[in-house]
């Protein structure tokens, strides 16, 4: 089959970090895959096996997610939208796909509706139109009003085949932040949790017993960074590694480094063996991305979750009280972080000693292939 995926990462990367991992499964399973990015560019992120297309890039203005922002750093123009819906209308009818997937849309990404309504029509209108499947994590931002949540149903009503929800139900199922209407449920196809295969340790050690500090790839988490530095100098004796991602990472990185120094700290951007270096902590300071947290259950590294909440996000916050009943993961508020309660969390972390990795429940992104296939064969 000829699989597109539509996806914009506006913050971090982990919208497109998932969105490769599961073209990675198609492409696994024998299938041709188009993914179309939307987001600033990632160059760690690994696409091997598909064609990536990337649009003229977007990013938030923070977490004003109204607010759009050009590759430099302008409010994105009329036209500079433009160019990206007429990319996205010609890529749909020069591949021709025969499954379709939007990233999060129409559950978010609402400022974008316009380039992602127009390439629904394109695709509904080709002379063999596709599945058309949406993406979601396990937990969305909640619909601020009742409108909201009524236009993404009408939205699925007109052009989708289905919604694959990125999770187990009988651990979070989309009703913990969303509203399910019974117009909706029945188009809902579960999948499990979507993360890459666990990661080998790393083969030069890279990590051993550090405490990591990362905040995705994006430009966020410098408190958390902060924070981190203040905490080492009240724990001498640990090694800290702190992973800076985002388009000012130099500058970040300079920043800190001044702060740090004389301090067993290393500052360097965020690094593609990331995930092999994990199992070899003693501890994970992040925040609780869905990708973050697959990445921590698989590799059972004690951990100290300080949940992204800037403005009205409550994402990670509900996921991190999922995982804090887990031993050895402990969970701080951005509004209670400082170097002491990080350096105690670390400590309760490290004490409570590393958990079994979790094995099971990881296999959404082939469980999504064969729920494409499957409907593509009734199609």
Not at 189 to 197: D, K, L, N
Not at 213 to 227: D, E, H, L, N, Y
Request: a negative charge; one cysteine or more; charged letters at 20%.
């Amino acid at each position: 089959m000829k699989v597109m995926i539509v996806v914009t990462h506006l913050l971090g990367t982990g919208h497109l970090s998932r969105a490769l991992t599961l073209g990675r499964a198609f492409v696994d399973s024998g299938h041709e895959v188009f993914l179309v990015s939307g987001g600033m560019p990632a160059p760690q992120l690994d696409s091997t096996g598909m064609t990536l297309l990337g649009l003229p890039p977007l990013r938030s203005d923070g977490v004003d997610f109204s607010r759009l922002l050009d590759h430099e750093d302008r409010s994105a123009s009329d036209d500079y939208l433009s160019a990206r819906q007429t990319a996205l209308t010609e890529a749909v009818r020069s591949f021709h796909p025969q499954i379709l997937i939007t990233e999060l849309f129409p559950f978010g990404r609402r400022s974008l509706s316009a380039e992602f309504l127009a390439t629904l029509e394109t695709a509904r209108n080709l002379s063999q139109p596709p599945v058309i499947l949406s993406s979601i994590r396990d937990i969305l931002a909640p619909p601020s009003k009742p409108s909201k949540a009524t236009r993404a149903d009408e939205i699925i009503a007109a052009f989708y085949d289905g919604v694959l929800v990125h999770s187990d139900p009988q651990i979070a199922p989309l009703e913990i932040s969303w509203p399910v209407s019974d117009g909706l449920a029945p188009r809902l196809h579960y999948t499990g949790f979507v993360a890459p295969e666990p990661a080998s340790p790393h083969s030069e050690a890279e990590g051993r017993g550090e405490v990591l500090v990362s905040a995705g790839g994006g430009s966020v988490g410098q408190p958390i960074f902060r924070a981190a530095i203040e905490a080492a100098r009240k724990m001498p004796n640990r090694r800290w590694r702190l992973l800076v991602g985002g388009q000012n990472a130099r500058a970040r990185i300079s920043e800190l480094a001044d702060l740090a120094e004389g301090l067993p700290v290393t500052v360097e951007p965020v690094r593609p063996d990331f995930r092999n270096m994990l199992p070899l902590a003693a501890c994970s300071v992040s925040m609780c991305g869905y990708n973050t947290a697959m990445d921590l259950l698989q590799s059972g590294t004690p951990s100290v979750l300080i949940p992204f909440d800037d403005g009205k996000e409550v994402e990670q916050s509900l996921r991190a009280r999922t995982l804090s009943k887990l031993p050895a993961i402990e969970v701080i508020n951005s509004a209670a972080l400082t170097g002491h309660t990080l350096a105690r969390a670390v400590a309760r972390a490290i004490g409570d000693g590393p958990r079994a990795p979790m094995t099971e429940g990881f296999g959404g992104a082939q469980r999504s292939v064969d729920i494409a296939e499957s409907l593509m064969g009734v199609r």
